[in-house]
T-cell receptor, first 115, second 114 residues
Framework: KAGVTQTPRYLIKTRGQQVTLSCSPI?????VSWYQQTPGQGLQFLFE???????NKGNFPGRFSGRQFSNSRSEMNVSTLELGDSALYLC??????????????FGPGTRLTVT | AQSVTQPDIHITVSEGASLELRCNYS??????LFWYVQSPGQGLQLLLK??????LVQGIKGFEAEFKRSQSSFNLRKPSVHWSDAAEYFC????????????FGKGTRLSVIA
C-alpha cells in the first residue's frame, strides 16, 4: 500500500505571497491531519479533516486554511506569508478505526521557506 | 489539557549500548501513546503504540516501550543501539478516535558514536 504523499517537497516563497500544499492519504484513509514543525515550537496541530469536513482546528491564525476533497486528498493554504511560517508541514492520515483509537501515518513533509 | 514532556533534548550513546528515552504525559482520560522516529529531512515513522492491555509493547526496529500509569510515563527502550538509530524521537499522546489531534513532545535527538 502506498504511503502518504505530499507535494511539493520543497518550496521557497516571498513574504506576502500565498502557498498551497497538497497531501494524498493512504488509500482507504478518510482522516487527514496537518501539523507544522519548527525547531522552536516543535510539532503543532493545524487542523484535521474527515469526509470533507473540518473536525478539529489548532490555534493558528485564519491565514491558515485547508480543505479536503471527495477522494480524501487534502490541501492546506497559507495566505499572506510571514517569515515565521517557514517550517516543515507534515500531513498525516488515519483509517476509520472501529470506534477505537487509531494511529496516524505521516508523509515526508513539505519544507516551506519564506524569504 | 494534555501535554507530553520529553526531558532529554539530546542523548549520545555508544553503538551497542542500551538506550532509554523518557516520556511523561499529562492526560485527563485514558491515554493512547505513541513513539515516532524522524530521520533528517523525513517525515515521522511510527515505532510503536499503546492502546490497552499489556503495558510492555513491542515495536519495529527492536524498540519496546513500557506504559506505567502510576508514573504517567511511556519510556522507549532498545537493548543494543545501532548507528542507524541516530534520529529524533517523538513521544505523542492521542485520544479515542481520529478526531482528537496528537499532542507531541519536543523530541529527543539521539546521536550514536562508535
Amino acid at each position: 500500500k502506498a504511503g502518504v504523499t505530499q507535494t511539493p517537497r520543497y518550496l521557497i516563497k516571498t513574504r506576502g505571497q500565498q502557498v498551497t500544499l497538497s497531501c494524498s492519504p493512504i488509500s482507504g484513509h478518510r482522516s487527514v491531519s496537518w501539523y507544522q514543525q519548527t525547531p522552536g515550537q516543535g510539532l503543532q496541530f493545524l487542523f484535521e479533516y474527515f469526509s470533507e469536513t473540518q473536525r478539529n482546528k489548532g490555534n493558528f491564525p485564519g491565514r491558515f486554511s485547508g480543505r479536503q476533497f471527495s477522494n480524501s486528498r487534502s490541501e492546506m493554504n497559507v495566505s499572506t506569508l510571514e517569515l515565521g511560517d517557514s517550517a516543515l508541514y507534515l500531513c498525516a492520515s488515519s483509517g476509520p478505526g472501529a470506534g477505537g483509537p487509531v494511529e496516524q501515518y505521516f508523509g515526508p513533509g513539505t519544507r516551506l521557506t519564506v524569504t | 489539557a494534555q501535554s507530553v514532556t520529553q526531558p532529554d533534548i539530546h542523548i549520545t550513546v555508544s553503538e551497542g549500548a542500551s538506550l532509554e528515552l523518557r516520556c511523561n504525559y499529562s492526560y485527563g482520560a485514558t491515554p493512547y501513546l505513541f513513539w515516532y522516529v524522524q530521520s533528517p529531512g523525513q517525515g515521522l515513522q511510527l515505532l510503536l503504540k499503546y492502546f490497552s492491555g499489556d503495558t510492555l509493547v513491542q515495536g519495529i526496529k527492536g524498540f519496546e516501550a513500557e506504559f506505567k500509569r502510576s508514573q504517567s510515563s511511556f519510556n522507549l527502550r532498545k537493548p543494543s543501539v545501532h548507528w542507524s538509530d541516530a534520529a529524533e524521537y517523538f513521544c505523542a499522546v492521542g485520544a479515542f478516535s481520529g478526531n482528537t489531534p496528537l499532542v507531541f513532545g519536543k523530541g529527543t535527538r539521539l546521536s550514536v558514536i562508535a
